[in-house]
């Protein structure tokens, strides 16, 4: 089955840091630009990190500096993101770039306070 899972959200403080994981069950993953989007109450969705099959990565102005997106062998991808700020406050989801609308998940919470 073809699918995508995020986990590792949670409430964490300002300046704190926390890791998502994003498993990507099915092999056609493997090939593809994968990357995390995130929502935020009442606003749009918006990309925030993406990285090729070949490793090369890009990010949102906003994230630069602060989160790193990887992924491994096993087609999990992961977005360490660090000195988190409110404004990170949002859902987050992995999906394919360009994104593959039959694929997203449940996504993960991820709650920033001060």
């Known amino acids: 089955q073809v699918q995508l899972v995020e986990s590792g959200g949670g409430l964490v403080q300002a300046g704190g840091s926390l890791k998502l994981t994003c498993a990507a069950s099915?092999?056609?993953?493997?090939?593809?630009?994968m990357a995390w989007y995130r929502q935020a109450p009442g606003k749009e969705r918006e990309l925030v990190a993406d990285?090729?099959?070949?490793?090369?990565t890009s990010y949102a102005d906003s994230v630069k500096g602060r989160f790193a997106i990887s992924r491994d062998a096993k087609n999990t991808v992961y977005l360490q993101m660090n000195s988190l700020k409110f404004e990170d406050t949002a859902m987050y989801y992995c999906?394919?770039?360009?994104?593959?609308?039959?694929?997203w998940g449940q996504g993960t919470r991820v709650t920033v306070f001060s």
């Open positions: 999906n394919t770039r360009p994104i593959s609308p039959a694929y």
């Open positions: 099915g092999s056609i993953f493997r090939f593809r630009t």
């Open positions: 990285i090729a099959p070949s490793g090369s």
